[in-house]
């Protein structure tokens, strides 16, 4: 019954942060939107006004005797379309005629292209909508089969967790002691980035955010709340989002969004304040040294201290980030 349990707590945490990647590309899409809107009025407004200049340049050449051959080309169009698709009306008006044609055939270009992004920015919007709500509907669902299961095994799970309590304890106690050893010793030379070893290979200027680490223990016990991204509760990237913010570094909260951030680090070369990740990009940690990383779980457990060296974490690893 508790492999069941655990099965859902995976599911359920890759879920969660595809929910939260959707709702990040929401948000942009949202954004670019607006901006899309603002450049479709721009781009309407001017191509009125171009075609205002155009319109005056008819009525201007019709009252003109002496320029019976321009008349004549603009005229013999059948329509606007007609008139700007026709290349070679350009080149035979003055260049004052030829520069409000190529005003009206640009801003023509750029309302059409505005409107085309827009409508595809809605379409995308339209279907990120339906598969949140469908996402949503399956992580309730999801939580509340883990409710049920977990019902018939309270005994099992308190015993469990108490003795998970003494480990983190202990954890804490350890984790600690690094960062106050950490705190007393002079910092090492920081290497530039592009910087490389005497055998050419590349190295990863050192984290400048290990500071994270001592906020990050601060919530320690905090439990999981799946979209959650404060004291209240967390997710895994609402956690590692908030403890960043709280050392002025702004990281969206979706842990494959996050992936996108900062540069790749070695396994080898881990730091404390690195991100780390797990589950195909769907689960996501801070590095705290030792072989160890802070991070919040999974619906029904807290934030906590786990090793990258053992079990699900060790088999699911996928790499690490350096925020700089």
Request: hydrophobic share 40%; aromatic share 6%.
């Amino acid at each position: 019954m508790l492999a069941q349990v655990n099965q859902i707590d995976q599911q359920l945490g890759q879920k969660v942060e595809e929910y939260n990647n959707a709702r990040y590309r929401l948000g942009q899409i949202e954004h670019d939107q607006q901006v899309n809107r603002h450049d479709l009025g721009v781009a309407r407004h001017n191509l009125k006004r171009a075609q205002r200049m155009l319109a005056a340049r008819l009525v201007s050449l019709y009252t003109d005797d002496q320029q019976n051959t321009t008349l004549d080309v603009l005229l013999g169009a059948k329509s606007l379309d007609d008139l700007l698709s026709n290349i070679d009306t350009v080149n035979r008006v003055s260049d004052q005629d030829a520069q409000v044609l190529a005003e009206v055939i640009s801003f023509r270009k750029l309302v059409r292209a505005q409107e085309h992004r827009l409508a595809a920015a809605h379409a995308e919007q339209s279907s990120l909508v339906a598969s949140l709500a469908a996402d949503k509907a399956h992580i309730e669902s999801q939580l509340a089969q883990r409710r049920a299961l977990l019902s018939t095994i309270q005994g099992e799970i308190a015993r469990i967790r108490a003795a998970e309590r003494v480990q983190q304890a202990q954890l804490a106690i350890q984790a600690r002691a690094r960062l106050a050893a950490a705190d007393t010793q002079p910092p090492s030379d920081a290497i530039g980035i592009g910087a490389t070893t005497p055998d050419g290979a590349s190295v990863v200027p050192p984290s400048p955010y290990s500071g994270v680490v001592g906020v990050a223990m601060q919530y320690l016990g905090t439990p999981y709340v799946w979209a959650g991204a404060s004291p209240a509760g967390f997710d895994c990237s609402g956690f590692t989002m908030y403890v960043f913010a709280q050392v002025g570094i702004s990281l969206p909260h979706s842990s494959y969004a996050q992936y996108g951030m900062g540069v790749p680090v070695a396994y080898d070369q881990l730091q404390p304040g690195d991100l780390v990740f797990f589950d195909g990009i769907g689960h996501v940690g801070i590095y705290i040294g030792g072989g160890e990383f802070i991070h919040a779980p999974h619906t029904g457990d807290v934030v906590k201290i786990s090793s990258l060296s053992e079990g699900w974490y060790a088999a699911t690893y996928v790499g690490a980030r350096r925020i700089l």
